[in-house]
């Protein structure tokens, strides 16, 4: 029997009955004998509406008090949820962030867990309880209320698993399970029944919305099971979705795990500037200071003394970046211009085999070139192709990439839970 830990989206508690659906599922695991704590986000919508609210006294409200607003949703949620589950006759209590003492720094919606006092959740397991614990908040050393980022019920549910050491936290969402791509640009995609924890991270940092970035970093952190699942199968189903692993042993026949791909990109390139020490940094020392991130960099083999230098950053940073090389760089290192392209976008091909097979990134460009994909910068991980191509052609590159690698779909590959532990 498993300690488990179950966090369910704002889709998945989106209605009374969608509630009552999730207390049927809870009350299936707790039938099979495991313990459970359930980790609710707010009802679809919610926290967008509460956010709306404070937005309508002012665009800048403050945020202990956005905070403050901002959490109700989630407490709604775990009474609503509790009541549910003791209409099935069984035993559940709730506890908001600050009565379970989920501790985090003060840094108001953007917190980030501290501690977990579990001393409430356990004795309440240990009474037979359902515990279900409010997603997305906590408490702050001095008592303030505090969120932890939009989407931040994933990493509630991943720090409780970690502080439990829970047996598997699952997060049960709208979809499921994690795709080879986006299913919607290419329809053959294919759910996969494993990836492993540094794909995944590869994959949420790339644009895959499935997990919000900071839980997965916390679950490789914690090495904490996670599996991603739909809460719209019947209840019954033994459907398990994809599970996150540390196992890596039986992933490296499949050689790559997805392709995922990012709209949201801009580039700059800073032409002609003297191939000396100090340029990199003259260039993106004003960058940093103006709080951009900077994704790929690229500087050329230098001719006759001068390079360029190219980089990314968000697409909605482009402009500002582009006034600061303009006024702030230019003039200092002697650039002979400085170009840009707001319509471009990232299509990063990932999997863990390409650290034991050759030949990946030619197979990939290679079919780029025959779709008639150009490509405008390349970068590499050791788990990662990343390619920057002109927007227009993201479909394209996407399938083309899908296809060569074999990853269109047969049949799914279920998972069965076996419960029984690490
Ligand atoms: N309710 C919060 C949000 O909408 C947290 C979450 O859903 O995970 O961002
Ligand atoms: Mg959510």
């Known amino acids: 029997m498993a300690l488990i830990v179950q966090k369910y989206g ?48 002012t665009s800048d409200p403050n945020p202990r008090e956005l905070d403050v607003i901002a959490s109700t949703g989630e407490q709604v949620s775990i009474g609503l949820l509790s009541i549910a589950l003791q209409q099935l006759g069984l035993k559940a209590r709730s506890y908001t962030g600050f009565q379970v003492r989920i501790l985090t720094d003060d840094a108001h919606t953007k917190a980030r867990i501290l501690s977990i006092d579990d001393a409430n959740i356990r004795r309440d397991l240990d009474a037979g309880h359902v515990v279900v614990v409010a997603g997305f908040q906590g408490i702050d050393e001095s008592g303030n209320i505090t969120t932890l980022g939009r989407g931040g019920s994933d ?47 590869e994959l949420a940092s790339l644009g895959s919305k499935v997990l919000q970035i900071r839980s997965v970093e916390f679950a490789g952190k914690y090495k904490v099971n996670l599996r991603v699942l739909s809460s719209f199968t019947d209840v019954n189903s033994t459907d398990m979705g994809t599970l996150i692993t540390f196992e890596e042993e039986d992933m490296e026949q ?64 482009y402009k500002r970046a582009m006034e600061i090389l303009q006024s702030k760089v230019k ?5 002979k211009g400085i170009v840009g392209d707001d319509r471009i976008a990232k299509v990063s091909l990932v999997g863990i085999g390409m650290r034991t097979h050759a030949g990946i990134a030619s197979k990939m460009f290679g079919a780029l070139a025959r779709e008639g994909v150009n490509i405008q910068m390349i970068s590499t991980s050791e788990i990662r192709i990343s390619v920057i191509v002109d927007q227009a052609q993201v479909d ?27």
């Open 254 to 317: 499949a050689i790559i795990s997805g392709i995922a791909f990012n709209r949201d990109e801009a580039k700059i390139s800073v032409l002609g500037v003297p191939d000396k020490p100090g340029i990199a940094f003259a260039i993106l020392s004003p960058i940093a200071e103006a709080n951009i991130d900077v994704d790929m960099i690229i500087q050329n083999a230098s001719i006759e003394g001068l390079t360029d230098f190219s980089f990314t950053v968000h697409r909605n940073e």
């Open 331 to 335: 003039p200092g290192i002697g650039a």
């Open 10 to 57: 704002g889709t998945s508690m989106g209605s009374i009955e969608r509630i009552r659906e999730v207390a049927r599922r809870v009350a299936r695991y707790a039938k099979e004998g495991h313990r459970l704590v359930v980790v609710p986000s707010a009802m679809a919508g919610e926290t967008n509406r509460l956010i709306g609210l404070a937005k309508e006294l």
């Open 396 to 422: 394209a590159a996407v399938q083309a990439t899908h296809t060569a690698f074999d990853l269109d779909a047969d049949e799914i590959e279920a998972v069965v839970y076996g419960g029984t532990g690490r």
């Open 155 to 201: 990493t509630t549910g991943v720090a409780l698993a970690a502080a439990l050491k829970a047996d598997e936290c699952q997060i049960y969402t709208d979809v499921d399970g994690v795709y080879t791509t986006d299913p919607r640009i290419e329809p053959a995609a294919r759910r996969l029944a494993k990836i492993t924890f540094e794909e995944m991270l």
